[in-house]
């Protein structure tokens, strides 16, 4: 059982920057793919980005690339994401995510979920 919490999200302005960050519970952090995701109003939920149990691959989705940044401390049980330049458009909820072992950018395939954190972004 892995229990995530996120912290970090807030109101800025288009062109501005903020940084998620997700703790998890439990001794086996290095076993979980961790992803971000983001669901706005109305719509499906999206992938963000994500990141391999040891950290040596990232991926991003199409909208954030260049823009976001996801890291992992497994020494502190932490993921992060980075966001910078943001934009009216990557208003939403964001959600930190893990999946056991194996890598997905599926949101149905991981198996925790954070309760999610606001971030909205003023034009």
């Known amino acids: 059982q892995v229990q995530l919490v996120e912290t970090g999200g807030g109101l800025v302005e288009a062109g501005g920057s903020l940084r998620l960050s997700c703790a998890a519970s439990g001794r086996t952090f290095s076993s979980y793919t961790m992803g971000w995701f983001r669901q706005a109003p109305g719509k499906e939920r999206e992938f963000v980005a994500a990141i391999t149990r040891y950290g040596s691959n990232t991926y991003y989705g199409e909208s954030v690339k260049g823009r976001f940044t996801i890291s992992r401390d497994n020494a502190q049980n932490t993921v992060a994401l980075q966001m910078n330049s943001l934009k009216p458009e990557d208003t939403a909820v964001y959600y930190c995510?893990?999946?056991?072992?194996?890598?997905?950018?599926?949101?149905?395939?991981?198996?925790?979920w954070g309760q999610g954190t606001q971030v909205t972004v003023s034009s």
């Open positions: 995510a893990a999946r056991w072992f194996v890598f997905t950018t599926t949101p149905s395939e991981y198996n925790y």
